[in-house]
């Protein structure tokens, strides 16, 4: 009886190892990169918008971002997909 379970439990663990560690693991990075978000940084967006981030708050969830000269759009921090550019510590 307990032989039939084993190659099920050999799969799960092969499953556990090739899929559900690695996007844990990204996910995990994803949300470090995001808390990280500085003004000043060149950030690229899930919708494949690029612009630099004017404006972080840190007790809210969008950020600031100029996509051009004076166009100014509020960003989802979720959906932030890459930091292109890491700026230096601006003071403030």
């Given amino acids: 009886m307990i032989l039939q379970f084993v190659p099920f439990i050999l799969i799960f663990v092969i499953m556990w190892f090739?899929?559900?560690?690695?996007?844990?693991?990204?996910v995990k990075t994803h949300q470090e990169m995001i808390k990280n978000v500085r003004r000043g940084d060149t950030v690229v967006t899930s919708g494949g918008i690029i612009g630099k981030v004017t404006k972080v708050l840190e007790d809210s969830n969008?950020?600031?971002?100029?996509?051009?000269?004076g166009v100014k759009?509020?960003?989802a921090r979720a959906m932030i997909s890459e930091?292109?550019?890491k700026s230096e510590?601006?003071?403030a």
């Fill in 89 to 91: 510590p601006v003071k």
């Fill in 83 to 85: 930091v292109r550019s």
């Fill in 73 to 75: 759009v509020k960003v």
């Fill in 62 to 69: 969008d950020i600031e971002v100029e996509i051009a000269d």
């Fill in 18 to 26: 090739l899929i559900i560690r690695p996007q844990q693991r990204r």
